[in-house]
């Protein structure tokens, strides 16, 4: 079983930026497909990008265009990079990770799709 954990989560003004980490303590190599979710207060975790092996990604409409997610297999790590942060940013961020296939464009922001999660971090936008 591999272990993800999530780091990097700060308080950012408003406008600012943030990069985030999640460390696999396994092989990576393993996962066809990661994401990054997050919580809101009181809302739904939603998914909000995911990433194939081969470096193809796809977003969220809320965060297109302002994060991008990346992936560095050799050193088992997966990126969240945050630009133009606004308080509806803020939340828990998970980073999650299944299977070998490529992320399905139907089933890559169900939570159940997952098998492996973090326990994530928390990023915080004031304005």
């Known amino acids: 079983q591999v272990q993800l954990v999530e780091s990097g989560g700060d308080s950012v003004q408003a406008g600012g930026s943030l990069t985030l980490s999640c460390a696999a303590s396994g092989n990576t190599r393993s996962f066809g497909c990661m994401s990054w979710f997050r919580q809101g207060p009181g809302k739904e975790r939603e998914g909000i990008g995911a990433?194939?092996?081969?470096?193809?990604?796809r977003y969220a409409d809320s965060v297109k265009g302002r994060f991008f997610i990346s992936r560095d297999i050799a050193a088992n790590t997966l990126y969240l990079q945050m630009n133009s942060l606004q308080p509806e940013d803020t939340a828990v961020y998970y980073c999650a990770g299944r299977g070998w296939m490529p992320c399905s464009a139907d089933d890559w922001t169900t939570r159940t799709y997952y098998a492996n999660w973090g326990r994530g971090t928390q990023v915080t936008v004031d304005s």
């Open positions: 990433i194939n092996r081969d470096g193809t990604a």
